[in-house]
């Protein structure tokens, strides 16, 4: 295998595909979840999520498997599984600030905080409802967890009740806080994205021009034709990118924040974009089709095609080299991962 890049490496557009052709991916199969393992629709992965340093990687599944990986020994002896989720998991995130805290939400509304190193549960809260999306304030001291109903839970590490709750009349997906943390960008079922004062969850900006009676003057990102389903942040903070039911992802310039390009490779609902580290390549993960699409976020040019076994719906950079995640027919898979090290 050809060598892999060094840590905080960045590779020119017209190097990419010449760099990642050659490479395969590994993977991560859970031989101990289901009746025979090694993936399957019992064991579909729903979320994956690196730690702060890249150093491990967790995952979470339909069937309440828990997993915290070392990307490099991909054997499941080597991972540790997190028990104690009575419902299927929604979502996984690390404490950016934090390598060894992990957040973990369940479609029962347990909100469940996790030192990885002793495998111990250090908090939980319960929401209301279904939990379907977490994001962590850059910081690290604070969460924002959101339910199916429309309710948002702003959520303390430390603390195991609720601090406030904020209710959407329109419901809402997969949120992403500004790299300071004063604000929210919150994904909608109407397609369009709101942009929310944290932790006050008022509109940030309003339009400049006169409304009908009764219409808010609030100024929200238009960017689909169909429900708005995830949003991330470049690292950067140059671009937000958006996920929608309509198959495409809508790039926005954060200082005009004009739709800028928009990617519609992907042949499914995107339920989930990540960006390398350096903010020059994204790639969005789909409901359905065989592969993942790679493109130079500056120009929008198509880089890379990476063929997988069926649809991947969660896709994750690592965060200081360009190693991408992904579940695929129900199985982590990593490429750029150098399992040889000893």
């Not at 994750?316 to 150098?338: F, K, N």
Request: aromatic share 8%.
């Amino acid at each position: 295998m050809a060598p892999l890049l060094r840590p905080r490496y960045s590779l020119p557009k017209e190097k990419f595909s010449a760099y990642f052709g050659p490479l395969k991916s590994q993977s991560y199969n859970d031989t101990t979840s289901g009746p025979r393992g090694g993936g399957g629709s019992h064991h579909s992965l729903s979320t994956i999520a690196w730690n702060p340093l890249g150093t491990l990687i967790a995952t979470g599944a339909v069937d309440k498997t828990l997993r915290v990986w070392n990307p490099e020994k991909p054997n499941v002896k080597f991972s540790t599984e997190l028990k104690g989720h009575a419902a299927p998991i929604e979502k996984v995130a690390f404490n950016p600030v934090k390598d060894a805290e992990l957040c973990s939400v369940s479609s029962d509304g347990a909100v469940k905080i996790w030192d990885v190193r002793t495998k111990a549960c250090v908090n939980e809260v319960k929401v209301c409802g279904h939990a379907t999306s977490l994001a962590w304030a850059p910081d690290g001291s604070s969460l924002l967890v959101g339910s199916k109903n429309g309710d948002l839970f702003h959520i303390l590490p430390s603390q195991s009740s609720i601090v406030s709750t904020h209710h959407q009349a329109v419901g809402t997906n997969q949120m992403a806080f500004c790299w300071s943390g004063d604000k929210v960008f919150l994904p909608t079922n109407e397609g369009r994205i709101r942009i929310l004062s944290y932790p006050d969850f008022e509109p940030v900006l309003h339009v400049n021009h006169a409304v009908p009676e009764g219409e808010s003057t609030e100024f929200t990102l238009k960017g689909h034709t169909a429900s708005c389903l995830t949003a991330e942040l470049s690292p950067t903070g140059k671009y937000l990118a958006t996920g929608g039911a309509d198959s495409i992802i809508a790039l926005f310039d954060t200082k005009d924040w004009i739709c800028q390009r928009t990617v519609t490779r992907m042949v499914g609902p995107v339920k989930s974009i990540s960006f390398t580290f350096d903010g020059s390549y994204v790639v969005g993960g789909c409901e359905e089709g065989g592969s993942l699409e790679v493109t130079h976020t500056e120009t929008g040019e198509h880089v890379h095609t990476f063929k997988t076994a069926g649809a991947c719906e969660a896709v994750a950079w690592a965060p200081t080299r360009y190693c991408l995640a992904y579940s695929d027919l129900g199985v982590l898979r990593i490429i750029g991962v150098d399992t040889d090290r000893k």
